[in-house]
């Protein structure tokens, strides 16, 4: 099949931009939605489209009952509890900041590695984990950040998040699921979004109707389950198919940065001098960790299932 240059750059721009706008997104629409609520609602719609385009195209809907439990795991473990308590946790973080904490995902994905398969860590593994930790350190030890209410607690959640879609990507990679991601995701999306309605409810989450939602909250959802969930996923598969996995994970570091300068412009979110260094040592970390991967053939992908 021949590659068109067009449709792969337009599959980088989303990767890039659209998910890393979808911190600034989330950031918006929290400050009138309930978290999960919010989260249930996105996912739900999205789940729902994917299927009746995967219907559409023909695609087998038929799933074993292993592959079922497989999906509900898959995305408690993504959608529920990574995405759902990470919308959550923007409630007292900056959206910058929590895309700077969401990138240290491969180096969460590495200790699980080593901790549960015994794999052994190269060099520039290595390398990537102390910078990795030593960014992080730079990022959270910030007076300004841990001074404010809630804070802490913000990122601890975010990091639990992070953990989360971590084993996730691990467990993804060993697991028994339907071979179309048209088909996988969808269901993913739709149970992990009835999954977060529950949630919602049983914490008692007000749940408000779309017509009392201001106009930027409304588009800002629009534009998470059209744009976040469908097209910057299908994007990421595209890229998957048709370019080396190496550039496909520049995302990782990419994504901060968009995330970053969006609430700097859209949002005025301060960035330290402190933030601008940790966020270089941190990236820095993960592109020693994402570049060890041309010397293995372990199929983990250290990048979360973005959605």
Known sequence: MKKSTGLIILAFF???????????????????????????????????????????????????????????????????????VFVWALKYIDSGFGALLASTQ??????????????????????????????????????EITASENSILGIFMTLSCVLSWSYGSVFVS???????????????????????????SFFGEEWHSPTMWSNKVTLCMTLLVIFGSIVAFTAFNYLLKNVSPEKVATSAYVNPVIALLLGWFFLSEKLSVQSAIASIVLLTGVYFINSRKKQTKNKVTTKPQKV
């Open 14 to 84: 989303a990767i890039y931009v659209i998910w890393g706008s979808t911190y600034l997104l989330n950031k918006i629409a929290v400050t009138e939605i309930s978290p999960l609520f919010l989260s249930s609602l996105r996912f739900t719609t999205a789940g729902t489209i994917m299927l009746i385009i995967a219907k559409l195209m023909k695609y087998p809907l038929y799933t074993s009952k292993k592959q079922l439990l497989n999906i509900v795991i898959t995305c408690f473990l993504f959608l529920v509890y990574g995405n759902g």
């Open 106 to 143: 491969p180096l969460f994905v590495l200790l699980l590695l080593r901790l549960i398969d015994g794999k052994e860590m190269q060099r520039k593994s290595i390398i990537g984990v102390g910078l990795g930790i030593l960014g992080m350190y730079l990022l959270v030890s910030q007076n």
């Open 174 to 200: 060993k697991a028994n699921l339907p071979k179309n991601f048209f088909v996988s995701t969808g269901y993913q999306m739709l149970i992990g979004g009835i999954l977060l309605f529950v949630f919602s």
